[in-house]
């Protein structure tokens, strides 16, 4: 069991009303756990489906590059044919595995498509639709009395005033009291920008990723892509097959990577550091003096925390990649525990991620487990943030914790009394991340059979517990 904590009792129990923001991979399995622990949960989704970014839609924002405050936005930031980064057996949440289903997308690294699919299976199986209002956009979310409520005393019944609308509809603005708030809103669809000195009067396509689709209108031209992680990666492999020309830019290039010509599979990928500037007769000119004149550019960059509706500014922070202060990356200590966020980290697999942090959240809230009092809490985030400039970590990767994140699941599960999730995990996680780095068919070509056969043993057996995929479960398919 999970070890005694100190200070006070939440103060919470199993008749207060919670309000989920969102019903992606980190609001549905919020929904169950939340409702597991016998709490009244509503969920507000802005969209009319569950999924959240991994619905795919061709449609794209007014504004290429995603900063215009008046865009027609678009949530998702899907392109056409993405794959995931993760085999589907570590991706899927801990007690509902992501199984090959006959008749659709099979493969060990699915498309987008297959993903939302088993996301609606999940909220099928646990009957989860009727919870969920959709359409529904939450523009205010305060303390009731304000912030001044929050104060430095023990206060854990704090209530929320939530303002929302359905989408459309401005001028009806509902207004509600809830005991607690879980903020699943996802952070990939407010894009994140780096600044080209110049870029104001060069002519070409100046772009995000969030608006990337397909590789199609980029065939025979020239283009930048700003940034080499998992999307910069994938995009500038895609558009590589149709470009005259691909120059990616990033500040971690190993330095034998730099400057490399007649790379990919066309023998046209250039590697280059950071942009230098940009030219109005359409010269793009790189840090290491090379230049090419370019149709496009495309960023790469990620993505910003946005929590646009939150009315506790005095209380939060969301400067550099970092939303500060959050204890163990999900609580605001003088918040705690009525107001909650779910899936921040990045570097992670997601989904039995989202599914440990919620686990503890939703315990926590019904007062079956209890947290630090808020000076200790406090303490223990201005701790971590002096390790981490110690260590030079910079303020933007406060959520980048990477392989730490299979203790702090560990961590989370341990809370609520669980046991650890089952090592093959990590073990698969490790070979699939040396593989990605070494191998750019990653996701058809591997070798780590032997974890994968005790990994699909494990869930098959988990599988059948739960009647998922098999017929003869009283007709579930």
């Not at 509600?176 to 080209?196: Q, R």
Request: with cysteine; glycine share 8%.
């Amino acid at each position: 069991m999970a070890p005694e904590a100190q200070g006070a009792n939440t103060g919470n129990n199993s008749s207060s009303r919670i309000l989920v923001i969102g019903a992606g991979a980190a609001g549905l399995v919020a929904t169950l756990e939340l409702v597991r622990e016998g709490l009244d949960v509503v969920v507000y989704e802005q969209l009319k489906e569950t999924g959240g970014v991994w619905i795919y839609t061709a449609e794209t924002e007014s504004d290429p590059l995603g900063v215009d405050p008046q865009r027609n936005r678009v949530h998702s930031s899907m392109y056409q044919n993405l794959r995931t980064n993760l085999p589907r057996e570590i991706m899927g949440y801990l007690d509902f595995p992501f199984m090959a289903k006959q008749g659709r997308d099979e493969r060990r690294f699915p498309g987008h498509e297959e993903v939302n699919l088993y996301l609606k299976d999940f909220a099928e199986h646990y009957n989860l639709l009727s919870l969920i209002e959709f359409d529904v956009e939450v523009e205010y979310v305060g303390v009731k009395g304000g912030v001044a409520a929050a104060s430095t005393t023990e206060n854990r019944n704090l209530k929320w005033i939530v303002r929302s609308r359905k989408v459309g509809q401005v001028d009806q603005v509902r207004e509600e009291i809830f005991d607690g708030v879980v903020i699943c809103n996802g952070h990939y669809a407010e894009p994140k920008v780096v600044p080209i000195p110049g870029i104001e009067g060069w002519p070409g396509l100046h772009m995000h990723s969030h608006n990337y689709r397909v590789p199609d209108p980029f065939q025979d031209k020239v283009v930048v892509i700003v940034g080499n992680a998992n999307s910069g990666g994938d995009i500038s492999n895609e558009v590589a097959s149709v470009a005259k020309q691909v120059h990616i830019c990033a500040r971690n290039w190993p330095a034998d990577k730099l400057s490399v010509s007649e790379g990919g599979p066309r023998k046209n990928v250039w590697h280059h550091p950071l942009v230098e500037r940009a030219y109005e007769n359409g010269t793009v000119k790189f840090q290491d003096g090379k230049s090419a004149i370019a149709d496009a550019i495309i960023q790469c960059t990620g993505y910003l925390y946005a929590f646009p509706f939150l009315d506790a500014q005095e209380l939060i922070s969301v400067e550099d990649g970092r939303v500060s202060p959050l204890y163990k990356h999900v609580f605001i200590p003088s918040l705690a525990p009525s107001l909650s966020f779910v899936g921040l980290p990045s570097k992670v697999v997601p989904f039995p991620l989202f599914q440990a942090q919620v686990k503890w959240i939703a315990k926590v809230l019904t007062g079956k487990v209890l947290l630090p009092s808020v000076s200790v809490m406090t303490a223990e985030v201005e701790k971590l943030y002096q390790d981490l400039e110690a260590k030079g970590v910079p303020r933007y990767r406060t959520l980048t914790i990477g392989l730490d994140a299979f203790e702090y699941v560990d961590w989370l599960l341990e809370q609520c009394g669980e046991t650890p999730a089952e090592s093959w995990r990590k073990e698969i996680y490790l070979m699939t991340s040396v593989n990605r780095r070494v191998n750019p068919d990653y996701r058809d070509s591997w070798e780590d059979q032997e974890l994968l056969e005790i990994a699909n043993a494990s869930l098959h057996e988990l599988s059948e517990k739960l009647c998922i995929g098999l017929s003869r479960c009283s007709g579930k398919s």
